[in-house]
């Protein structure tokens, strides 16, 4: 009886076991994320030229508020000076900053332009003139970007910044 009971057991494992390995064998695999270059998009370039055109606008006037809602809610910034999560650090990072050491110039360029499903990531350069008090601070670097769609505008959910390092001072090399 035990030997009978035992070999039931194993058959029935064996037939969930053989269920499971064809539900397994069926079962499709979800396909990769579609990337699209829209360098060649007219609609996306226009988008993103205005929206680059507010971006621009906002760190010329050294606009905390207008630099900010150009992100989403929950928005992440990645910057030398550390880390920014959600739209109100990264407000309160740009006002800080902008009161220490205003921009009078500021230029952007992407590089790249290219969706992935329903978001879109972006990667460029970047130039800057920074009003210190000891003169004026030139800043160049690199930065990337994804976005979403927030209603019918794109609005930036993670920016990366890189710096590139300037010149060493005389101070610095002795």
Known sequence: ??????????GLATGFALAAFAQ???TVKAPNAQQRDLR?????????NVL?????????????????ALFTEDAVLV??????????AIEKRYADMFLESPIT????????????DNAVW???KFWSTH??????????????AIYVREGDAWKIRMLTLGEHPGPASVAQTK
């Not at 110039?105 to 992935?116: D, P, V, Y």
């Open 1 to 10: 009886m035990k030997v009978r009971a035992l070999v039931n057991l194993v």
């Open 24 to 26: 397994q064998k069926d």
């Open 40 to 48: 060649a998009d007219v609609t996306a370039l226009y988008e993103f």
């Open 52 to 68: 680059g055109t507010k971006e621009q606008e906002a760190f010329n006037k050294n606009d905390a508020s207008a630099v900010a």
């Open 79 to 88: 910057a030398p000076d550390g880390m920014f999560f959600g739209r109100q």
């Open 105 to 116: 110039t500021f230029c952007g360029q992407h590089s790249q332009l290219n969706a992935i």
């Open 122 to 124: 972006s990667v460029g």
């Open 131 to 144: 009003q210190s008090q000891a003169g004026p601070v030139f800043v160049n670097g690199y930065w990337s």
